[in-house]
C-alpha cells in the first residue's frame, strides 16, 4: 500500500532510532503500528499522489478497510 523512497545519496545520512512505543508490539497489525507512528512520531505516508498525517487520520484508516476488502474478495 505504501512505501519509503530513499535516494541512493541519502542512504548513509540515515540514523536508526528506537521506537519504545512499539516496543512488545509483535502482534500488531500493520495498520495498528502505521496509526502509532503517525500518533507518537508524526510520519506522513504518501500512497498514490496522497499525503496521510495526523490531519487526515481517518481517511487513512480507510485504506486498511478498503485493501482489506480487496483481498477478501479474491
Known amino acids: ?3 519509503w523512497d530513499l ?5 548513509t545520512s ?3 532510532i528506537r521506537a519504545k512505543s512499539l516496543d512488545n508490539c509483535e502482534d ?3 495498520k495498528e503500528i502505521c496509526l502509532r507512528l503517525m500518533k507518537d512520531y ?3 505516508f504518501y ?3 496522497e499525503i496521510y498525517n ?3 487520520i481517518e481517511a487513512f484508516e480507510k485504506l486498511f478497510e478498503a485493501e ?3 483481498n477478501d474478495n479474491e
Open 42 to 44: 508524526e510520519c506522513i
Open 14 to 16: 540515515i540514523n536508526a
Open 1 to 3: 500500500m505504501y512505501q
Open 47 to 49: 500512497v498514490d499522489d
Open 54 to 56: 495526523e490531519d487526515n
Open 28 to 30: 500488531l497489525s500493520e
Open 7 to 11: 535516494e541512493v545519496e541519502n542512504f
Open 68 to 70: 482489506r476488502i480487496k
